[in-house]
């Protein structure tokens, strides 16, 4: 990296000093132009493949999605505008916030076996 920065400066102090024209009448600044514009797509970042996203990090993304609506679902129950709810509405929250936890049990328990059960294989 420090060599390409190198030459790049190299090529633009000679493109700052360059005439229009050399002895072979090419127009040296087009000529530096293309050379910086070549070295810089050579160094440019290429894009890494996507990795395969497998079953277990499926469900690591989903506990992670799940675990901040289960905590602000909990907080909201400890608000005054859960308390104006009316009993049905309130009691089929906290059902709902129960089988989120359920949910996020099961899905730890999985992940747990099915990461154990990987690294048996691995040994």
Same mark, same amino acid.
Do not use: W
């Given at each position: ?11 633009? =102090? ?9 002895? #072979?009448?090419?127009?040296?600044? *087009? ?7 070549? /070295? ?16 277990? *990090?499926?469900? /690591?993304?989903?506990? =992670? *999605?799940?675990?901040?609506?289960? =905590?602000?679902?909990?907080?909201? &129950?400890?608000?005054?505008? %859960?308390?104006?709810?009316? *009993? %049905? &509405? /309130?009691?089929?929250?906290?059902? &709902?916030?129960?089988?989120? &936890? ?5 899905? #730890?328990? /999985? ?13």
């Amino acid at each position: 990296m420090k060599k390409f920065k190198v030459e790049l400066m190299e090529l633009i =102090n000679e493109l700052e000093k360059s005439n229009y024209s050399n002895n #072979n009448g090419e127009l040296k600044k *087009d000529r530096v132009f293309k050379e910086l514009k070549e /070295r810089v797509e050579e160094m440019a970042v290429k894009p890494e493949e996507p990795k395969e996203i497998t079953y277990i *990090d499926r469900m /690591r993304i989903e506990k =992670n *999605d799940l675990c901040p609506k289960i =905590n602000k679902l909990i907080e909201f &129950q400890e608000t005054e505008t %859960f308390k104006k709810l009316d *009993d %049905f &509405q /309130r009691y089929h929250l906290f059902v &709902q916030c129960y089988f989120m &936890q359920k949910y996020l049990e099961v899905l #730890n328990t /999985r992940i747990s076996y099915e990461v154990e059960l990987k690294d048996k294989k691995i040994k």
